[in-house]
């Protein structure tokens, strides 16, 4: 168990409107990312987090923005939902409690994401 | 631009029949190649980490190998709860995060 909780788990959201997941670690872990994951594509980027208010964008961030104001939260934000965005999106953490760089990434259980 | 190609894309086993599971792939000076287990419903779970070709190490019924352009994923005597899907992943020089392979999902059957 890395400590990550994701919430929620499950959501139905209609298309335009904003949506925003969390994910809460409890270990003091340096980096942070957002993966989403679709059939036919596997595991893709979204935004990481190297540090409190350091963010930079992955493969697949157009339609995401991403906030980190404190250590332990990553949240990801769908400021217009779209059916694309239809998904499963994990968030996952790296880099030792003390600020090195741990080589492992550690995933959370996802949040499920439905656009109607 | 780091990239993983999985095969194959499914395999079906019965119990005790070994096989391996292949990842491919070309990367920018490898930082490390990953392999992880997902099961339906969650997250992947980090079964090993290999930095170097010819570096080999061992879980139970698995044994994962790496050499300078695919890692090998052996699964020796299955049980039917070795099926799940198998994902590989690869950090190279451009940054921190992981580029993941489409995955192999194994299927043992008793």
């Known amino acids: 168990d890395a400590g990550i909780t994701q919430s929620p788990r499950h959501k139905v959201t209609e298309t335009g409107t904003p949506v925003t997941l969390r994910c809460h670690q409890t270990?003091?872990?340096?980096?942070m990312y957002w993966y989403r994951q679709d059939p036919g594509h596997g595991l893709r980027l979204i935004h990481y987090s190297y540090g409190v208010k350091d963010t930079d964008k992955g493969e697949v961030s157009d339609g995401y923005s991403v906030s980190r104001s404190k250590t332990e939260d990553f949240l990801l934000t769908l400021e217009s939902a779209t059916s694309s965005q239809t998904s499963v999106y994990f968030c996952a953490i790296s880099g030792s409690p003390a600020g090195g760089d741990g080589n492992t990434i550690y995933f959370g259980e996802g949040s499920w994401l439905t656009v109607v | 631009e780091d990239q993983v190609t999985q095969s194959p894309e499914a395999l079906r086993l019965q119990e005790g029949e070994s096989s391996s599971l292949n990842c491919s792939y070309t990367?920018?000076?490898?930082?490390?190649l990953f392999w992880y287990r997902q099961d339906p419903g969650k997250g992947p779970e980090f079964l090993f980490t290999?930095?170097?070709a010819g570096e080999e190490k061992e879980k139970e019924r698995l044994k994962a190998t790496l050499t300078k352009k695919e890692s090998f994923l052996h699964i020796t005597a299955p049980k039917p709860e070795d099926s799940a899907t198998y994902l590989c992943?690869?950090?190279?020089?451009?940054?921190?995060?992981?580029?993941f392979g489409g995955g192999t999902r194994l299927m043992v059957k008793p």
């Open positions: 992943a690869v950090r190279g020089n451009a940054g921190n995060m992981l580029t």
């Open positions: 290999l930095y170097s």
């Open positions: 990367v920018s000076g490898l930082r490390g």
């Open positions: 270990e003091n872990h340096r980096y």
